[in-house]
């Protein structure tokens, strides 16, 4: 027998309908999960960082990383051209960036195109110093 309510149900939880969901609050914040630093020479840093989120698709997903000085000072930015649907968490590197001299550690912080910066960072410690 066709239960109309419960297909109605159904049909509201398979679309987010009236549950406050969306593809933004499903795929949330991006976060650093992990990230290393490797010295380039000369006081420059290259760093290979681990970023997760549950992009969703060109109009939600992770589009770069920071790295940042301990008092929030953005030293270099990679951008991420495309989402990772099918590849999570994914780790990108960064190139060269130039550390300023007696800093020994930096922050990564992930950003993705719709909440923009991520809550949950990464402290690198910067080896050699």
Do not use: C
């Not at 968490?89 to 993705?112: E, L, N, Q």
């Amino acid at each position: 027998m066709f239960a109309p309510a419960r297909f109605i149900g159904l049909m509201a939880l398979a679309l987010g309908i009236g549950l406050g969901w969306t593809f933004e609050a499903t795929a949330g914040k991006a976060s650093v999960v992990n990230a290393k630093a490797s010295s380039s020479g000369n006081g420059t840093y290259s760093f290979s960082v681990t970023v997760a989120h549950a992009d969703a698709g060109w109009d939600h997903y992770a589009n770069k990383f920071e790295i940042l000085s301990p008092d929030g000072k953005v030293l270099g930015t990679r951008v991420l051209y495309h989402p990772h649907v099918n590849e999570q968490p994914f780790t990108r590197g960064s190139g060269a960036i130039s550390i300023p001299p007696g800093m020994t550690s930096v922050i990564v912080r992930a950003w993705d195109s719709v909440h923009k910066a991520g809550d949950k960072t990464f402290t690198v410690k910067l080896p050699g110093r």
